[in-house]
T-cell receptor, first 113, second 115 residues
C-alpha cells in the first residue's frame, strides 16, 4: 500500500536558519504530493504541491521538488521566521481509492527568536 | 475560493449523548468529502470517505454505527458521533474535493470534548 515517511520532530531552530524536513514515499503509479501546515489550534492548510516528477512546488518561501528517482519530496526554506512555527505534514494522493490522502506523521517545527 | 467550513468549532457534550458536526463547501460543489480524526500531536487518521448521494465508505477499524456520516448534498456532509464517550474526544477535520480534482480542501476542524 501507499505510505509516507517524514522525519520526526520536534525540529527546533533559530530565526533565519535553514529548514529541511525530509519526506519519502511509497506508492504505485504517479501520485500527487503535498505539504500541509497546521498552526496551533487550526485545521490544515495546503502549503504547496507537485503533481508530476521534477515539479517544484513553492509558496511563502517554502519549496519542495518531486523526485521520482529517490521517491522524495523534501521541504525546504532558506530563512525561517517565528511565524513558521507549526506542524508540517507531507502527504500523497493516488488516483485509485478516490484520491485519498495518505499523511506522514507530521513534523513539529519550533522557531525561536 | 475553495473554502470549507465546519460547525461547531468546539463542542462539549456529556457521555452517552450524540453530537453532530457539519462540514460545508462554501464556493464549490464537493462530490467527495473526507472525515479525519486527529489525536493530540499525531497525524490525521482517515475515518471515512463519502460521495454525494451514496453511503460512506469507512476505513478499517472505524465503527460505522458510531460515526454516522451523511453526504446529502453537494455542499454539506455531516458526522454524527452517537452515544459519545470520553475516548471519542478528539479533533475532527473534514475535507472536500471537487469532481475530477485531486486536491482536498480542509475545514478548520471541530474540537469535541466528551465529559
Amino acid at each position: 500500500g501507499n505510505s509516507v515517511t517524514q522525519m520526526e520532530g520536534p525540529v527546533t531552530l533559530s530565526e533565519e536558519a535553514f529548514l529541511t524536513i525530509n519526506c519519502t514515499y511509497t506508492a504505485t503509479g504517479y501520485p500527487s504530493l503535498f505539504w500541509y501546515v497546521q498552526y496551533p489550534g487550526e485545521g490544515l492548510q495546503l502549503l504547496l504541491k507537485a503533481t508530476k516528477a521534477d515539479d517544484k512546488g513553492s509558496n511563502k518561501g517554502f519549496e519542495a521538488t518531486y523526485r521520482k528517482e529517490t521517491t522524495s519530496f523534501h521541504l525546504e526554506k532558506g530563512s525561517v521566521q517565528v511565524s513558521d512555527s507549526a506542524v508540517y505534514f507531507c502527504a500523497l494522493s493516488a488516483l485509485e481509492g478516490w484520491g485519498k490522502l495518505q499523511f506522514g506523521a507530521g513534523t513539529q517545527v519550533v522557531v525561536t527568536p | 475560493g475553495a473554502v470549507v467550513s465546519q460547525h461547531p468549532s468546539r463542542v462539549i457534550c456529556k457521555s452517552g449523548t450524540s453530537v453532530k458536526i457539519e462540514c460545508r463547501s462554501l464556493d464549490f460543489q464537493a462530490t467527495t468529502m473526507f472525515w479525519y480524526r486527529q489525536f493530540p500531536k499525531q497525524s490525521l487518521m482517515l475515518m471515512a470517505t463519502s460521495n454525494e448521494g451514496s453511503k460512506a465508505t469507512y476505513e478499517q477499524g472505524v465503527e460505522k454505527d458510531k460515526f454516522l456520516i451523511n453526504h446529502a448534498s453537494l455542499t454539506l456532509s455531516t458526522l454524527t458521533v452517537t452515544s459519545a464517550h470520553p475516548e471519542d474526544s478528539s479533533f475532527y477535520i473534514c475535507s472536500a474535493r471537487e469532481r475530477g480534482g485531486r486536491e482536498q480542501y480542509f475545514g478548520p476542524g471541530t474540537r469535541l470534548t466528551v465529559t
